[in-house]
């Protein structure tokens, strides 16, 4: 898991040309997008543009990819991604390929990381998440995560 601004992101060495496009895309981004997916490149990369009011802590699940990578940025408002690593945890629902995605139930220790606009988290498939939750009260928040694919 990285968190950073997106000031640094070129500071980092990628294990993929892909993402140079996600953050090339994330750095030139226009004012106003709508909410939907816009794809990034002939490889897979794309991106999920959301709005939506965070959640309390309570009820929950974590989720991991195999397939992709997530980025997600905050556009507007703030909130908090739980994180804790893949290792170790049980699965609640199996691993679906088509969504890319298993659930595990969230233990109590688990990190509350705090994305505020103009700020970066990269989730690779060891790092289980739980991002939408909110910061002292439900919150509307934009949010566009580009989902960078690994193979």
Same mark, same amino acid.
């Given at each position: 898991?990285?968190?950073?601004?997106?000031?640094?992101?070129? &500071?980092?060495?990628?294990?993929?040309? #892909? %993402?140079?496009?996600?953050?090339? %895309?994330?750095?030139?981004?226009?004012?106003?997008? #709508?909410?939907? #997916?816009?794809?990034?490149?002939?490889?897979?990369?794309?991106?999920?543009?959301?709005?939506?009011?965070? &959640?309390?802590?309570?009820?929950?699940?974590?989720?991991?990819? @195999?397939?992709?990578?997530?980025?997600?940025?905050?556009?507007?408002?703030?909130?908090?991604?739980?994180?804790? +690593?893949?290792?170790?945890?049980?699965?609640?629902?199996?691993?679906?390929?088509? @969504?890319?995605?298993?659930?595990?139930?969230?233990?109590?220790?688990?990190?509350?990381?705090?994305?505020? +606009?103009?700020?970066?988290?990269?989730? %690779? +498939?060891?790092?289980?998440?739980?991002?939408?939750?909110? @910061?002292?009260?439900?919150?509307?928040? @934009?949010?566009?995560?580009?989902?960078?694919?690994?193979?």
């Amino acid at each position: 898991m990285i968190l950073d601004t997106l000031e640094n992101w070129k &500071r980092y060495l990628w294990p993929s040309a #892909r %993402f140079e496009t996600a953050f090339e %895309f994330l750095e030139h981004m226009q004012e106003g997008l #709508r909410d939907g #997916r816009i794809t990034l490149d002939d490889a897979g990369t794309y991106c999920s543009i959301q709005t939506y009011e965070t &959640r309390a802590r309570e009820g929950h699940k974590l989720e991991a990819h @195999r397939k992709y990578v997530d980025i997600q940025v905050l556009l507007e408002g703030t909130e908090s991604i739980l994180w804790t +690593p893949l290792e170790g945890l049980t699965a609640i629902d199996p691993y679906d390929h088509q @969504r890319d995605m298993a659930t595990y139930a969230l233990p109590s220790e688990a990190t509350d990381i705090i994305l505020a +606009p103009e700020q970066f988290c990269v989730l %690779f +498939p060891q790092d289980a998440h739980a991002p939408s939750i909110e @910061r002292g009260g439900p919150a509307t928040v @934009r949010k566009i995560v580009v989902k960078v694919p690994l193979d």
